[in-house]
Nanobody, 120 residues
Framework: QVQLVESGGGLVQAGGSLRLSCVASGTIFSINAMGWYRQAPGKQRELVAV???????NYADSVKGRFTISRDNAKNTVYLQMNNLKPEDTAVYYC??????????????WGQGTQVTVSS
């Protein structure tokens, strides 16, 4: 079974830092883009950051200069380093990946989500 498992969420004060991790497991031939999305209560899910298999990154304007996405291809893992967190960063953060697997070919996969809460 192919799955994405996130970790690293929690409660932090404004100005603090957190690091999210997401590991892809299962019979995976290759992983294309990996990224992080977030969804705050009453709002739509939005892209936070994405990284291609070649290392090209893209960020939402709201997190540029504060968040850094990276990946370890050998470990099928993507990270999101979040610095200078603000209360408006509070949301459930979801890992996303486009993967080529033996089960479904090329398809989208989502993690279960991890809560990030930033107190003022």
């Amino acid at each position: 079974q192919v799955q994405l498992v996130e970790s690293g969420g929690g409660l932090v004060q404004a100005g603090g830092s957190l690091r999210l991790s997401c590991v892809a497991s299962g019979t995976i031939f290759s992983i294309n883009a990996m990224g992080w999305y977030r969804q705050a209560p009453g709002k739509q899910r939005e892209l936070v950051a994405v990284i291609t298999s070649g290392g090209t990154t893209n960020y939402a304007d709201s997190v540029k200069g504060r968040f850094t996405i990276s990946r370890d291809n050998a470990k099928n893992t993507v990270y999101l380093q979040m610095n200078n967190l603000k209360p408006e960063d509070t949301a459930v953060y979801y890992c996303h990946a486009v993967m080529w697997t033996v089960v479904a070919g090329v398809d989208d996969y989502w993690g279960q989500g991890t809560q990030v809460t930033v107190s003022s």
